[in-house]
């Protein structure tokens, strides 16, 4: 089946702009997770969702980084007012439920200029 | 909090001979998982294997293995047979086994840069 996808792969912004970075994870999994990657660096966690609800929202890094799944299948990770260092690759991944491995999609770049 | 090292910035072998690659965490959670995905130029994260730190045999997929030492906190990667294909970014990572809170997520070290030489 069709693995998780992300859109857009690549979106550059200018400070002070607002983006919103979509997820689809694969059909019938109930956890999806959202990580940030900075450039040398390994993926750090952001949110988790279990369903449509955030169950651990403690990576956000600031109040400018929100999430929301409302149909418990795609999410969309918002970014207020981008800064020159929220520029990262932004991964999500989705797993089948909470213990069970998790798979990743292919990521957006984003540059905030 | 738990926390994941890879002390190999980068490594290289030769096409066809084996590599090993280096991990070691730290947790004072008796029961987790580890993980080795590879994150080849495409950025997308493959996972290449899995190991739950309540068994005690080592995890194998094919041409990898890993050494499991779960007194010294130690999980290593060994490729067999290099192949080209094999070259990306290899990153080691800890999820707890504990249901809510924070341990749903992957912990991540900071990775090896594995290049294959033909």
């Known amino acids: 089946g069709a693995g998780v996808s992300q859109t857009p792969s690549n979106k550059v912004t200018e400070k002070g702009k607002y983006v919103e970075l979509r997820c689809d994870p694969i059909?019938?999994?109930?956890?999806l997770y959202w990580y940030r990657q900075s450039l040398g660096q390994g993926p750090e966690f952001l949110i988790y969702?279990?369903?449509?609800?955030?169950?651990?929202d403690s990576g956000l890094p600031n109040d400018r980084f929100f999430a929301v799944r409302p149909e418990g299948s795609v999410s969309t990770l918002k970014i207020q007012r981008t800064e020159r260092g929220d520029s990262a690759v932004y991964l999500c991944?989705?797993?089948?439920?909470?213990?069970?491995?998790?798979?990743f999609g292919p990521g957006t770049r984003l540059l905030v200029l | 909090a738990q926390t994941v090292t890879q002390s190999q910035p980068e490594m290289s072998v030769q096409e066809a001979e084996t590599v090993t690659l280096s991990c070691t965490y730290d947790?004072?959670?008796?029961?987790?998982?580890l993980f080795w995905y590879k994150q080849p130029p495409s950025r997308q994260m493959i996972l290449v294997i899995r190991?739950?730190?309540?068994?005690?045999q080592n995890a194998t997929e094919n041409r990898f293995s890993v050494n499991f030492q779960k007194a010294a906190k130690s999980f290593s990667l060994k490729i067999s047979d290099s192949q080209l294909g094999d070259a990306a970014m290899y990153f080691c990572?800890?999820?707890?086994?504990?249901?809510?809170?924070?341990?749903?997520?992957?912990?991540f070290g900071k990775g090896t840069k594995l290049s294959v030489k033909p």
């Open positions: 991944a989705s797993s089948r439920d909470f213990q069970e491995t998790q798979y």
């Open positions: 059909s019938g999994h109930t956890a």
């Open positions: 969702f279990q369903g449509t609800g955030a169950a651990d």
């Open positions: 947790t004072s959670e008796s029961d987790y998982y």
């Open positions: 190991q739950e730190a309540y068994k005690q």
């Open positions: 990572a800890y999820r707890s086994a504990l249901r809510g809170g924070s341990q749903g997520n992957l912990i």
